[in-house]
Protein backbone atom coordinates (compact mmCIF):
# COMPACT_ATOMS: atom_id res chain seq x y z
CA UNK A 1 0.00 0.00 0.00
CA UNK A 2 1.05 3.70 -0.95
CA UNK A 3 1.61 5.73 2.43
CA UNK A 4 1.52 9.21 0.05
CA UNK A 5 0.09 9.78 -3.21
CA UNK A 6 -0.22 12.83 -5.63
CA UNK A 7 -2.35 12.20 -8.26
CA UNK A 8 -2.90 14.72 -11.39
CA UNK A 9 -1.36 17.12 -9.07
CA UNK A 10 -0.79 20.80 -10.09
CA UNK A 11 0.26 23.86 -8.54
CA UNK A 12 0.82 27.46 -8.74
CA UNK A 13 1.52 30.51 -6.71
CA UNK A 14 -0.42 33.60 -6.83
CA UNK A 15 1.16 36.19 -9.16
CA UNK A 16 3.40 33.37 -10.41
CA UNK A 17 3.56 30.44 -12.76
CA UNK A 18 3.27 26.89 -12.26
CA UNK A 19 5.57 25.47 -9.30
CA UNK A 20 4.30 21.42 -10.17
CA UNK A 21 2.59 20.46 -12.97
CA UNK A 22 0.33 16.85 -13.40
CA UNK A 23 2.25 15.41 -10.97
CA UNK A 24 1.92 11.42 -10.44
CA UNK A 25 4.14 10.11 -7.86
CA UNK A 26 3.86 7.68 -5.03
CA UNK A 27 5.85 6.73 -1.68
CA UNK A 28 5.24 3.08 -0.70
CA UNK A 29 4.52 2.18 3.04
CA UNK A 30 7.63 2.26 4.66
CA UNK A 31 9.98 3.75 2.45
CA UNK A 32 12.92 6.42 2.90
CA UNK A 33 12.19 8.71 0.16
CA UNK A 34 14.65 11.23 -1.00
CA UNK A 35 13.75 14.29 -3.18
CA UNK A 36 16.19 15.97 -4.58
CA UNK A 37 15.91 19.27 -7.19
CA UNK A 38 17.74 22.96 -7.89
CA UNK A 39 16.96 25.48 -5.22
CA UNK A 40 13.05 26.54 -6.63
CA UNK A 41 12.00 23.84 -8.36
CA UNK A 42 9.01 22.90 -6.11
CA UNK A 43 10.32 20.35 -3.17
CA UNK A 44 9.17 21.93 -0.21
CA UNK A 45 5.87 23.09 -1.91
CA UNK A 46 5.36 19.36 -2.90
CA UNK A 47 6.16 18.15 0.71
CA UNK A 48 3.66 21.09 2.33
CA UNK A 49 1.06 20.59 0.35
CA UNK A 50 0.96 17.12 1.96
CA UNK A 51 0.94 18.51 4.99
CA UNK A 52 -2.62 20.50 4.99
CA UNK A 53 -2.51 23.25 7.65
CA UNK A 54 1.43 23.58 6.42
CA UNK A 55 -0.24 23.85 2.30
CA UNK A 56 1.00 27.32 0.59
CA UNK A 57 -1.53 29.82 -0.46
CA UNK A 58 -2.25 29.23 -4.44
CA UNK A 59 -4.35 27.47 -7.17
CA UNK A 60 -4.45 23.71 -7.37
CA UNK A 61 -5.47 21.00 -8.68
CA UNK A 62 -5.90 17.31 -8.37
CA UNK A 63 -5.68 15.61 -5.28
CA UNK A 64 -3.08 13.84 -2.29
CA UNK A 65 -3.95 10.86 -0.98
CA UNK A 66 -2.81 9.59 2.36
CA UNK A 67 -2.92 5.74 3.24
CA UNK A 68 -5.86 5.58 0.49
CA UNK A 69 -7.57 8.84 1.39
CA UNK A 70 -7.43 12.00 0.00
CA UNK A 71 -6.41 14.47 1.98
CA UNK A 72 -8.60 17.38 3.45
CA UNK A 73 -7.87 20.94 2.62
CA UNK A 74 -6.72 23.29 5.43
CA UNK A 75 -7.56 20.24 8.01
CA UNK A 76 -5.41 19.18 11.03
CA UNK A 77 -3.62 15.77 9.78
CA UNK A 78 -1.69 14.71 12.56
CA UNK A 79 -0.86 11.32 10.89
CA UNK A 80 1.67 13.58 8.55
CA UNK A 81 4.72 15.13 10.53
CA UNK A 82 6.90 18.33 9.21
CA UNK A 83 10.11 18.78 9.78
CA UNK A 84 11.86 22.49 8.77
CA UNK A 85 15.20 23.61 7.78
CA UNK A 86 15.64 25.96 10.28
CA UNK A 87 15.37 24.69 13.95
CA UNK A 88 15.38 27.82 15.87
CA UNK A 89 12.51 28.86 14.01
CA UNK A 90 10.51 25.53 14.76
CA UNK A 91 11.39 25.36 18.53
CA UNK A 92 9.18 27.56 20.09
CA UNK A 93 9.06 26.98 24.00
CA UNK A 94 12.32 27.62 26.28
CA UNK A 95 13.23 24.10 28.27
CA UNK A 96 13.62 20.41 26.17
CA UNK A 97 10.84 18.87 27.85
CA UNK A 98 8.59 21.35 27.15
CA UNK A 99 9.00 21.50 23.90
CA UNK A 100 8.47 17.88 23.44
CA UNK A 101 5.26 18.44 25.80
CA UNK A 102 3.59 21.15 24.07
CA UNK A 103 1.97 19.62 20.58
CA UNK A 104 0.52 17.02 23.21
CA UNK A 105 -0.20 19.83 25.23
CA UNK A 106 -2.65 21.21 22.51
CA UNK A 107 -4.74 18.69 21.32
CA UNK A 108 -5.44 17.97 25.15
CA UNK A 109 -3.90 15.10 25.59
CA UNK A 110 -4.21 13.27 28.75
CA UNK A 111 -0.93 13.89 31.59
CA UNK A 112 -0.09 10.60 32.10
CA UNK A 113 -0.08 9.89 28.84
CA UNK A 114 2.05 13.07 27.55
CA UNK A 115 4.30 12.07 30.26
CA UNK A 116 4.86 8.46 28.65
CA UNK A 117 5.11 9.86 25.27
CA UNK A 118 7.25 12.00 26.41
CA UNK A 119 9.52 10.04 28.15
CA UNK A 120 9.50 7.17 25.44
CA UNK A 121 10.97 9.77 23.08
CA UNK A 122 13.46 11.23 24.88
CA UNK A 123 14.43 7.88 26.18
CA UNK A 124 15.13 6.82 22.21
CA UNK A 125 16.90 10.23 21.01
CA UNK A 126 19.34 9.13 24.21
CA UNK A 127 17.96 13.29 25.73
CA UNK A 128 18.08 12.39 29.09
CA UNK A 129 21.55 14.18 30.26
CA UNK A 130 20.13 17.27 28.37
CA UNK A 131 16.05 17.07 29.38
CA UNK A 132 15.66 19.86 31.46
CA UNK A 133 18.26 22.56 29.90
CA UNK A 134 17.29 25.69 28.06
CA UNK A 135 16.95 24.91 24.26
CA UNK A 136 19.15 28.14 24.13
CA UNK A 137 22.21 26.00 24.97
CA UNK A 138 21.64 23.38 22.84
CA UNK A 139 24.12 22.43 19.79
CA UNK A 140 22.88 22.60 15.85
CA UNK A 141 22.68 18.93 16.23
CA UNK A 142 20.59 18.86 19.31
CA UNK A 143 18.13 21.04 18.40
CA UNK A 144 17.70 19.12 15.56
CA UNK A 145 17.02 16.28 17.29
CA UNK A 146 14.42 18.10 19.76
CA UNK A 147 12.73 19.58 16.44
CA UNK A 148 12.63 15.99 15.39
CA UNK A 149 11.25 14.39 18.62
CA UNK A 150 8.61 16.92 19.10
CA UNK A 151 7.24 15.87 16.07
CA UNK A 152 7.66 12.07 16.36
CA UNK A 153 6.20 12.41 19.87
CA UNK A 154 2.79 13.50 18.12
CA UNK A 155 3.11 9.72 16.27
CA UNK A 156 2.57 10.16 13.21
CA UNK A 157 2.67 7.89 10.11
CA UNK A 158 4.19 9.78 7.56
CA UNK A 159 7.31 12.34 8.12
CA UNK A 160 8.28 14.96 5.60
CA UNK A 161 11.25 16.75 6.05
CA UNK A 162 12.67 19.93 4.20
CA UNK A 163 16.06 20.02 3.87
CA UNK A 164 16.73 18.65 7.46
CA UNK A 165 20.64 18.30 7.80
CA UNK A 166 21.24 21.47 5.92
CA UNK A 167 22.91 24.09 8.76
CA UNK A 168 24.72 20.67 10.70
CA UNK A 169 28.50 19.91 11.06
CA UNK A 170 29.67 16.09 8.94
CA UNK A 171 29.22 14.48 12.50
CA UNK A 172 25.72 16.08 13.53
CA UNK A 173 24.15 15.55 10.23
CA UNK A 174 25.73 11.64 10.45
CA UNK A 175 24.05 11.38 14.10
CA UNK A 176 20.63 12.81 12.59
CA UNK A 177 19.99 10.66 9.61
CA UNK A 178 20.99 8.00 11.91
CA UNK A 179 18.17 8.73 13.82
CA UNK A 180 15.91 8.43 10.94
CA UNK A 181 17.21 5.62 9.59
CA UNK A 182 16.47 3.75 13.10
CA UNK A 183 12.62 5.17 12.89
CA UNK A 184 12.04 4.09 9.51
CA UNK A 185 13.56 1.13 9.97
CA UNK A 186 12.94 -0.21 13.74
CA UNK A 187 9.48 1.55 13.80
CA UNK A 188 8.26 1.21 10.00
CA UNK A 189 7.74 5.32 9.93
CA UNK A 190 7.67 6.21 6.10
CA UNK A 191 10.29 9.12 5.73
CA UNK A 192 10.30 11.65 2.75
CA UNK A 193 13.34 13.92 2.64
CA UNK A 194 14.03 17.31 0.75
CA UNK A 195 17.95 17.54 0.05
CA UNK A 196 20.53 18.85 -1.92
CA UNK A 197 22.41 16.59 -0.41
CA UNK A 198 21.46 13.17 -1.51
CA UNK A 199 24.90 11.44 -1.03
CA UNK A 200 24.78 12.00 2.15
CA UNK A 201 22.01 9.58 2.48
CA UNK A 202 22.05 7.03 -0.15
CA UNK A 203 22.86 4.33 1.81
CA UNK A 204 20.34 5.00 4.52
CA UNK A 205 16.88 5.41 1.73
CA UNK A 206 15.07 3.11 -0.26
CA UNK A 207 14.24 5.51 -3.07
CA UNK A 208 14.84 8.63 -4.95
CA UNK A 209 13.03 11.27 -6.87
CA UNK A 210 13.87 13.96 -8.48
CA UNK A 211 11.25 17.37 -9.06
CA UNK A 212 12.32 19.47 -12.84
CA UNK A 213 10.04 21.13 -14.62
CA UNK A 214 7.38 20.92 -12.62
CA UNK A 215 7.58 17.09 -12.99
CA UNK A 216 8.63 14.51 -10.11
CA UNK A 217 10.15 11.46 -11.96
CA UNK A 218 11.79 8.74 -10.04
CA UNK A 219 15.57 8.12 -9.97
CA UNK A 220 18.14 5.06 -8.97
CA UNK A 221 19.89 5.45 -5.98
CA UNK A 222 23.00 4.77 -7.84
CA UNK A 223 23.15 8.30 -9.32
CA UNK A 224 24.08 9.55 -5.79
CA UNK A 225 26.60 7.16 -4.70
CA UNK A 226 29.62 9.97 -6.09
CA UNK A 227 31.33 7.50 -8.55
CA UNK A 228 31.82 4.46 -6.34
CA UNK A 229 30.41 2.17 -8.99
CA UNK A 230 33.36 3.64 -11.66
CA UNK A 231 35.58 3.69 -8.41
CA UNK A 232 36.29 7.44 -8.63
CA UNK A 233 36.65 8.44 -4.99
CA UNK A 234 34.46 7.31 -2.25
CA UNK A 235 31.05 8.52 -1.95
CA UNK A 236 30.92 11.54 0.97
CA UNK A 237 28.93 8.84 3.42
CA UNK A 238 32.19 6.54 3.48
CA UNK A 239 33.82 10.38 4.26
CA UNK A 240 31.64 11.08 7.41
CA UNK A 241 32.48 7.35 8.86
CA UNK A 242 36.06 8.02 8.48
CA UNK A 243 35.81 11.43 9.97
CA UNK A 244 33.54 10.30 12.74
CA UNK A 245 35.95 6.86 13.61
CA UNK A 246 38.85 8.13 12.52
CA UNK A 247 39.82 8.70 15.96
CA UNK A 248 37.54 8.04 18.72
CA UNK A 249 39.43 11.18 20.89
CA UNK A 250 38.25 13.43 17.88
CA UNK A 251 41.63 15.30 17.56
CA UNK A 252 40.92 19.04 16.49
CA UNK A 253 37.28 20.32 15.06
CA UNK A 254 35.08 18.05 13.66
CA UNK A 255 35.83 20.69 10.37
CA UNK A 256 39.79 19.52 10.81
CA UNK A 257 39.22 15.80 10.94
CA UNK A 258 36.29 16.35 7.84
CA UNK A 259 38.87 18.41 5.82
CA UNK A 260 41.70 15.19 6.20
CA UNK A 261 39.38 12.49 5.58
CA UNK A 262 38.48 14.40 1.80
CA UNK A 263 42.79 14.74 1.67
CA UNK A 264 43.35 11.37 2.34
CA UNK A 265 40.49 10.36 0.02
CA UNK A 266 41.43 12.70 -2.96
CA UNK A 267 45.39 11.14 -2.76
CA UNK A 268 44.09 7.90 -3.62
CA UNK A 269 44.47 6.07 -0.17
CA UNK A 270 41.64 5.01 1.96
CA UNK A 271 40.05 7.04 4.56
CA UNK A 272 41.75 6.91 7.89
CA UNK A 273 45.08 5.29 6.64
CA UNK A 274 48.23 7.30 6.86
CA UNK A 275 50.64 8.17 4.14
CA UNK A 276 53.73 5.80 3.63
CA UNK A 277 56.37 8.43 4.84
CA UNK A 278 54.08 9.43 7.28
CA UNK A 279 55.00 7.75 11.36
CA UNK A 280 51.91 7.43 13.39
CA UNK A 281 48.93 9.97 12.95
CA UNK A 282 49.05 13.16 14.55
CA UNK A 283 47.79 13.28 17.82
CA UNK A 284 48.55 10.12 19.03
CA UNK A 285 51.32 8.29 21.10
Same mark, same amino acid.
Given at each position: ????????????????????????????????????????????????????????????????????????????????????????????????????????????????????????????????????????????????????????????????????????????????????????????????????????????????????????????????????????????? $?? @? !? #? =? /? %? &?????????? $?? @? !? #? =? /? %? &?????????????? #????????
Amino acid at each position: MDALTYRGFSFAYPQGGPVLSDVDWSVPAGAFAVLVGDTGSGKTTLLRCAKPELAPTGERTGEVWLWGEPLAAGEREPRVGYVSQDADNQIVCDKVWHELAFGLENLGVAPDDMRRRVAEVAHFFGMEPWFRRSAEELSGGQKALVCLASVLVMQPSVLLLDEPTAQLDPVAQKSFLHALFRLNRELGLTVVVATHSPETMVDYATMAARVEGGRVTDVPLGEFRYGRAAGLRPATG $DV @W !D #A =A /V %A &QDTRVVGSAR $DT @W !D #A =A /V %A &QAAAGREPGEPSAA #AGAPAGRA
